[in-house]
């Protein structure tokens, strides 16, 4: 006599092996949008966020699964580089581009042609650009090492300053000269001090390279 297939067998065998089905995909993308994790500004802010988003963030991505915790919700993970401010911005930025397709690596060293800069995105890096906090955004989306939101920067920023002069350049990107101790502005000429804030620039937001020649005169 051949027994009834038991419920087991009928309701949670033909469960198995569906992993790779597209609706049990979403219903992995769907945990992980649920799940969450606290990033600490370097003022002690502490910001939830989904799982999904923090993924994103290749530094942090990389600092959760060396230390095996990248399954880990509510765990705190402090960024000292970066302030509640900038922090903020960044996640909402990240929020909007939650289901964007991840960059794949040969995409890291885009040109700037071949960057789409959505009106979202413009609206978003001028409101930045105005409140003399793109610069910031700029430093903390390399260290977050958020390729896209760099590659989004360095296109606003090139649009921005294409055929500018250096000193057109530092206005338009609120750049301003850092003190140097022992040389006084009386003795330091104007191209000087471009070229001094825009070296200061290069090395925080990492954007001369789509600049095509900005410090010649």
């Avoid at 906090?133 to 977050?144: E, G, R, S, T």
Wanted: aromatic share 6%; hydrophobic share 35%; glycine share 4%.
């Amino acid at each position: 006599m051949v027994n009834a297939p038991s419920l087991y067998t009928k309701s949670v065998v033909p469960l198995l092996g569906r992993s790779q089905d597209p609706l049990w995909r979403r219903c992995d993308v769907k945990r992980a949008q649920m799940a969450q994790i606290q990033l600490k500004s370097e003022d002690g802010t502490l910001f939830r966020v989904e799982m999904d988003i923090v993924m994103r963030f290749k530094t942090i991505k990389t600092m959760l699964n060396e230390l095996g915790l990248d399954g880990v919700e509510d765990e705190i993970v402090p960024l000292p580089n970066v302030s509640s401010g900038t922090l903020d911005k960044i996640i909402e930025w990240a929020t909007h581009h939650r289901n964007d397709p991840v960059q794949e690596p040969d995409e890291d060293n885009l040109e700037p042609n071949d960057i789409d800069l959505s009106d979202w995105d413009f609206n978003f890096l001028e409101n930045e650009r105005i409140g003399d906090k793109l610069i910031p955004l700029m430093v903390a989306a390399n260290y977050l090492d958020i390729d896209s939101l760099m590659n989004s920067c360095c296109k606003y920023a090139a649009n921005l300053i294409k055929g500018k002069s250096t000193t057109e350049v530092r206005e338009i990107l609120h750049i301003h000269p850092p003190e140097k101790e022992g040389k006084s502005k009386q003795n330091t000429s104007p191209m000087q001090v471009d070229k001094e804030s825009i070296d200061n620039f290069n090395e925080n937001g990492q954007i001369l390279s789509t600049s095509n020649g900005l410090v010649s005169s």
